[in-house]
């Protein structure tokens, strides 16, 4: 089975966790698939987008350039699958060949966890609290700048974490 090196998205390089490229035979006729665990940050990026430009290098140095379309995979991990249809399933040798009766489906969350994908990149969420706090308080955060309240308060609960 060919093994992905690298993939681009619309030009974009991104980083992969783990993946399988292979080909899906089914009643309906057949079409090339790659499943990647990526991050979270990556799966925001491209979720609402259905179709994108995709290069993905193999191991042994082909490169496969194609328009896919984009299905998120429901799971413990942010799992992307882009897929497009093949007129010949022998148009890509030595990739893996899945068939729609076939019980087993390549597992490439197996040995992965969401803690160590948010080590290599950890996603930002904004977030709104709603305080009861003295007025004078009150009015030094409004005179803060929010690039200052978001450095104070990632400080302050990194710390906090941490006892």
Not at 62 to 69: A, G, T
Not at 132 to 140: A, C, G, R, S
């Amino acid at each position: 089975m060919a093994g992905v090196k690298s993939v681009t998205i619309d030009g974009e390089s991104i980083y992969l966790f783990n993946s399988a490229l292979y080909v899906f035979e089914s009643s309906k006729g057949c079409s090339l698939e790659l499943d990647m665990i990526v991050s979270e940050v990556v799966l925001r990026r491209y979720k609402d987008n259905e179709s994108h430009i995709i290069e993905i290098e193999l191991e042994d140095n082909r490169v496969i350039s194609s328009f896919m379309f984009l299905k998120i995979v429901p799971g413990r991990l942010p799992h992307l699958n882009l897929f497009c249809d093949l007129e010949d399933p022998d148009e890509y040798p030595g990739l893996l060949k899945v068939h729609e009766n076939d019980l087993e489906f390549p597992d490439i969350e197996q040995g992965i966890t969401l803690e160590e994908i948010r080590k290599v990149e950890m996603p930002n969420e904004k977030v709104t609290l709603k305080l009861t706090l003295p007025i004078d308080q009150v009015e030094w955060l409004k005179e803060q700048k929010t690039k200052e309240l978001n450095a104070l308060f990632r400080e302050w609960l990194g710390e906090h974490l941490k006892k």
